[in-house]
């Protein structure tokens, strides 16, 4: 798919991946809407993009998990620049990482890094399939194919992420509904370098996994994947390639593949940050 011309929104658009992709999509000509948590992000990140591209760009303030704040980036994305062809579930939350996590916090990283997705799907999937188009990338994470040392609710999530979105491909590719789904490792942005206590153990094993195991790639570099992702209108956008290999080797000796995760983990100081109390 070309993106020329065309309308899309992307949550979690204000920073990092998200505001990567959405300058690359103004570059290629798309109209945009950009969405995420704070008012102010929103207007600084809407600003920067209209100077790239005059009247190319809009922004809405809002949690990307709320259906009533989906329906309004629609809303907002038709009327200033017409039906919405692309949606961008990139939103994202690292969350509380290690077991004894709360069910408040398995619920707050479910919404946005897995509900947020289905209930934008619930939204646009239908006016796809009366169309005939629609394109869907959701930003999961090789840790949705792998796994993520040091966070269950990460590693979880976006398995499920990775799982919808398959699903949706599989469901309604022959209805014009196109999917691709984003699986980098380390990207550097707020989310892989937070500032976090010193006794954070789970965000930092997360943190010293994700740097051990690859280079850390900008969102620029990312952005350039996605577009040409798109353009192939390929399912798995891969931009560290070496985690087709490592799919593979899980996949093809799964035993061995978690004898050496726990290898892993035990280099870089262990797997579980914290007993559960
Ligand atoms: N950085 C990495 O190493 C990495 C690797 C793999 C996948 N990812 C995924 O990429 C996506 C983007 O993350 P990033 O690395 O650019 O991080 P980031 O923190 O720089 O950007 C994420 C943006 O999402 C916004 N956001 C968070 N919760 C939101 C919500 N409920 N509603 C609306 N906006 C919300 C944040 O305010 C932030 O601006 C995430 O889904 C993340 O899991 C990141």
Redesign the pocket.
Known sequence: MQVDGHTAIV??????????MASALLDRGARVVI????EW?VAGATAALNRRGPDSAAGLA?????PD?IDAAVALAEERFGPVSLYFA?????GAPGLAATDEQWDAVL???LL?HTRAARRLVPDWIARGEGYFVS?????GLLTQLGSAT?SVT?HA?VGFAEWLNVTYGDQGVRVSC???????????R?TMPDDDAGARLMQRA?EAAGE?LT?EQVAVQVMAGIEDERFLILPHPQVLDMYRQKASDYERWLGGMRRFAQRLGGTEPAAPA
């Open positions: 949550t979690g658009g204000a920073a990092g991946i998200g505001a990567a969405t995420d948590l704070d992000k809002g949690n990307a998990a709320d704040h990139n939103a994202g939350i690292a919404d946005v890094n947020a930003t999961a994470s090789a840790a990460y976006k992420a984003l699986c980098p490792m380390g990207v550097d942005t707020q989310l892989l937070p994700v850390v969102p």
